[in-house]
C-alpha cells in the first residue's frame, strides 16, 4: 500500500506530524542507517510509512511504536503480512524500550521525530543507552545543530552537554521543508547518535551532573559564579581550574563533569 491509501488521514498538529514525501531523501536515509537482516530495528512514529518500507526490506524485521491509532490499521494493512513486523500502540516518552531487548541485539533506533517532543524523547532514549547500538533520527534542524553544538558556539547549552555525555553525535545532512506534507516551516536534518562504548568523560553521579548543567544554563548569559551559586562558591570553582567568571557555554563537558564530582565528593564527605 503507498503512502496515498491514507487518504482520510490529516496530520496532526498536537503530534506534530509532517509527513516524509520525497522518495529521493527516503532512500538516502536508509542508506544512512544501512539495515541489515537479523538486526534489531525499532522505528518511532512510523505515520504513514515512508521509511518503513526500506527498514523492513533492509533487516527483514522490524519493531515500530506509534501513538497515532488512525495510522495503524493502514500500517498493518500495508506491512502486517511479513510476520517479524510488530507494532506497538503507545506513546515513546512513556515507552520501556528495554522490553525490546530479547536478546544480546542491541537496538538499532530510527524515526523521524515529532518537532514538538523531540528533546524530552531524547533525554528519555538515553536512559536505555546502554542496550542501543546507534539512532538515526530526523529532527529540526536547530536541534540538531543543538546536539551537534561545542562551547562557543550559540547553539551549545544542556542538550549538546547531555547528549554528548552518552554519546558520539554526526550531523548527516539537511532535509528541506518541501520533502514533507504538510510543509514545515523550518529545515529538518538527520543526525547520527552512537552511544559510547566507553564514557570519554565519566561522572560519579549523573543526576548530579544533570542537576548542575540544568542550573547552569538556567540563565546562560549569567557567570557560573552566579548561576551555580546554589551549587558552590566561587573560590570553589576556581579551585578546580575553572573561572568564575565564565558564562556556562564557555565550559567543555569535562568541565561540568569536574563540577558535579567535586560536588559528590563534598556531599560523601557531609554524610
Known sequence: ?????????????????????????????????????????????????????????????????????????????RFGLNPDFCIHEADALKFDFSALKTDDRPLRLTGNLPYNISTPLIFHLLSFRGLISDMHFMLQKEVVQRLAATPGDKHYGRLSIMTQYSCAVDNLFTVGPGSFKPAPKVDSAIVRLTPHKVLPYPCKNVARLEAVVRDAFSQRRKTLRNTLKSHLSAPAIESLGIASGARPEQLHLVDFVKIADYLDNAASKNE
Open 1 to 77: 500500500m503507498p503512502q496515498s491509501d491514507f487518504p482520510f488521514h490529516k496530520a496532526r498538529k498536537r503530534f506534530g506530524q509532517n509527513f516524509l514525501r520525497d522518495q529521493s531523501v527516503i532512500e538516502r536515509i536508509v542508506l544512512s542507517i544501512h539495515p541489515k537482516k537479523g538486526e534489531k530495528l525499532v522505528e518511532i512514529g512510523p505515520g504513514q510509512g515512508a521509511l518503513t518500507e526500506g527498514l523492513l526490506a533492509g533487516a527483514g524485521a522490524l519493531d515500530v511504536v506509534e501513538l497515532d491509532r488512525d495510522l495503524i490499521p493502514a500500517l498493518k494493512l
